[in-house]
């Protein structure tokens, strides 16, 4: 937990020197490595635990959203997205959900995100504005409202009463594999499956609809 | 391995997408935030199937994908044709049909 922790302050000290000097690229970018290294060497027993590479993919995907939501630029955001997916789906990997980690690959953060960017090159766009945060009632509103729902959330994942939890099997036969997915789509989820082809179908009209030259 | 870490990691990306559709005005990025929110919800369906060992949190994780991607196509042609018709994609030069 050491070296997580560790890594987290020099990523955060490298951000803060280059925000208080940006002349200076050099300087933080050689010292963070440098006490990188040293981290790694010193607490090179954390990198056999789950533990470490949980919470360093967690950091990654939470630093990556953050920046999708706070870049000015549109182009920027949509590749942090695109991190931001792949460290789900290492997330599902970790779950032992190999078949939705593959998919989250190749259909989100692949078709998915490829619209995206298609997209933003096609509307050739400025980079905008800085944050909209809302003017008197409605911003001291978001930050009442906003905080009671994260601490909402926490309380109920600290407060979580469900079965005593029972160490599962790390390999369960046939847990998350594309036999049993679509065993499962084709046998008992046979009609949201279709229904989700009609569905994928409509939006395909629509799309091709909305985007023609004359909206008559 | 427990999935409380998993939770607590849904509900970080959900607010985080949850502040990006409220804070950012541009339609492109609002509907990128609309797509961290939903991985948030896959994550958590993922972890609670992995708990229960069933299969069908997986299930729904992949319609959640499927509706996902229906959602970004039309989106996005709207946006096209929105931009076509009024070279912008802020949200509050489009309020013709708001209050």
Redesign the interface.
């Given at each position: 937990m050491q070296l997580l922790t560790g890594l987290v302050i020099v990523v955060m000290l490298v951000a803060l020197m280059r925000a208080l000097m940006p002349s200076r690229v050099l300087v933080p970018a050689v010292a963070g490595t440098v006490s990188a290294l040293v981290l790694l060497v010193v607490f090179r027993q954390d990198l056999a635990g789950?533990e470490f590479w949980?919470g360093a993919v967690?950091f990654v995907?939470?630093l990556s959203?953050?920046l999708?939501?706070l870049h000015p630029s549109?182009m920027v955001?949509?590749l942090f997205?695109i991190l931001?997916?792949l460290c789900?789906s290492l997330?599902?990997l970790?779950?032992?959900?190999h078949?939705?980690g593959a998919?989250?690959v190749i259909?989100?953060a692949g078709?998915?995100m490829v619209?995206?960017v298609f997209?933003?090159m096609?509307?050739n766009?400025k980079a905008?504005?800085g944050?909209?945060?809302g003017r008197g009632l409605q911003r001291w509103g978001?930050v009442v409202f906003?905080s009671a729902?994260?601490a909402m959330?926490?309380w109920v994942?600290r407060h979580?009463q469900?079965r005593p939890?029972i160490e599962?099997p790390r390999f369960?036969e046939g847990?998350?594999t594309a036999k049993?997915?679509g065993t499962?789509?084709f046998g008992e989820?046979v009609f949201?499956t279709e229904a989700?082809s009609i569905?994928?179908i409509?939006?395909?009209v629509?799309?091709?609809?909305?985007?023609k030259k004359r909206?008559d | 391995m427990r999935i409380d870490f998993f939770l607590v990691m849904a509900a970080l990306l959900f607010t985080i997408g949850c502040v990006g559709v409220l804070v950012r005005r541009n339609v492109i990025v609002m509907l990128m935030s609309i797509e961290l929110m939903l991985n948030a919800a896959n994550l958590t369906f993922v972890a609670f199937s992995h708990e229960l060992q069933s299969m069908t949190g997986h299930v729904f994780a992949l319609f959640v994908i499927t509706v996902a991607a229906c959602e970004a196509a039309v989106g996005l042609a709207i946006v096209l044709a929105l931009f076509r018709r009024r070279q912008t994609t802020d949200v509050d030069d489009v309020s013709l049909l708001r209050w």
């Open positions: 789950t949980a967690g995907a939470i959203a953050l999708v939501v549109p955001s949509v997205l931001n997916l789900v997330f599902y970790m779950l032992s959900a078949t939705l998919l989250q259909v989100y078709a998915i619209l995206f997209v933003i096609l509307l766009l905008e504005e944050l909209q945060m978001a906003g729902f994260a959330l926490f994942l979580r469900g939890f599962p369960v847990f998350g049993d997915l499962l789509l989820y949201a989700a569905l994928l409509a939006a395909m629509g799309a091709v609809l909305l985007a909206l | -």
